[in-house]
C-alpha cells in the first residue's frame, strides 16, 4: 500500500528515502529543527510516521523517539487504519509523548 503512494509521489524511490535521511552538512538535523521549533515555543511532532519507506517501520519510529527530544506523534492520518492508531497511541503513552488526537480541542 505504502510504496505504490511513494512511487507516484517521486519518480525515484531513492531520492525520496535520501531527502527524509540525508544527514549531510546540506540537511539540518531532526535534532537542530526539533530545538528550533521548541525555541519558538512549539511542541515538536513527527507528522504520517507510517508513509515513510522504511523496512521496519514501527522499530524506526521507536528508535526516532528514543533519540530526539520529539513531544509526540501523529497518531491518526486518513491512510492509517486504526490498528496503526492504536499501536501509535501506544508508542505515545510508553514513550510519555503526546499523540494527537483528532478529537481534542485546544
Do not use: R
Not at 33 to 56: Q, R
Amino acid at each position: 500500500k505504502v510504496p505504490s503512494l511513494i512511487e507516484k509521489a517521486s519518480e525515484n524511490i531513492d531520492v525520496y528515502i535520501e531527502f527524509y535521511i540525508n544527514e549531510s552538512k546540506d540537511m539540518v538535523s531532526p535534532q537542530k529543527v526539533i530545538d528550533e521549533i521548541h525555541k519558538a515555543g512549539g511542541l515538536a511532532f513527527l507528522a504520517h510516521p507510517l508513509i515513510y519507506p522504511f523496512e521496519n517501520i514501527w522499530n524506526t519510529i521507536e528508535e526516532f523517539v528514543k533519540e530526539y527530544d520529539i513531544d509526540g506523534l501523529e497518531c491518526y492520518y486518513s491512510l492509517f487504519s486504526d490498528e496503526d492508531s492504536k499501536k501509535l497511541v501506544e508508542i505515545c503513552n510508553k514513550y510519555d509523548l503526546y499523540n494527537e488526537n483528532p478529537y481534542t480541542i485546544l
